[in-house]
């Protein structure tokens, strides 16, 4: 895991792993709203590039986070990126994911950009997500692709 500053003071989480599963598999872990929901948030996504939709997570009320993510697919191309734009609880930000295929699977490159460390709300949802999307999030996501075997 990476986390770098970037133009402006905004912040980057980058985190890459490989997954022994083909890319066409990996995508549909990320475009299809109940197996995104398995392993990331309930939503009420669609893969279609300007759909805008709701992440659904536990409100954290001390820092004004009320438990929703408003998104809008950004950037789209099947079995390759997804770039959505995440606002929610004070943050403006994008999460790109990019699968590239690897022998008989497929390496997923995650960047969540765009946190202002100026800003402490950002500054804690930066260093809270820096941790959790590899721990969590990125091995929830490995258990969902078993679990489609």
Known sequence: M???????????????????????????????????SRWLMPNDFKPVLGHRFTFTA??????????????????????????????????????TWRLVPEGRGTRIFVEHAGFDLDD??????????GSGWRSTVLRSLRHTLADLD
């Open 2 to 36: 990476t986390d770098r500053p970037d133009i402006g003071d905004r912040a980057s989480i980058e985190v890459d792993e490989f997954l022994p599963h083909p890319p066409a598999k990996v995508w549909r872990a990320l475009t299809e709203p109940d197996l995104l």
């Open 120 to 129: 402490p709300v950002s500054a804690y949802a930066f260093r809270g997500m």
């Open 58 to 95: 536990k409100p954290i009320p001390n820092v004004g986070f009320d438990g929703t993510i408003a998104c809008q697919v950004l950037d789209l191309e099947e079995h390759r990126l997804l770039r959505i734009g995440w606002r929610g609880g004070g943050l403006d930000t994008t999460v």
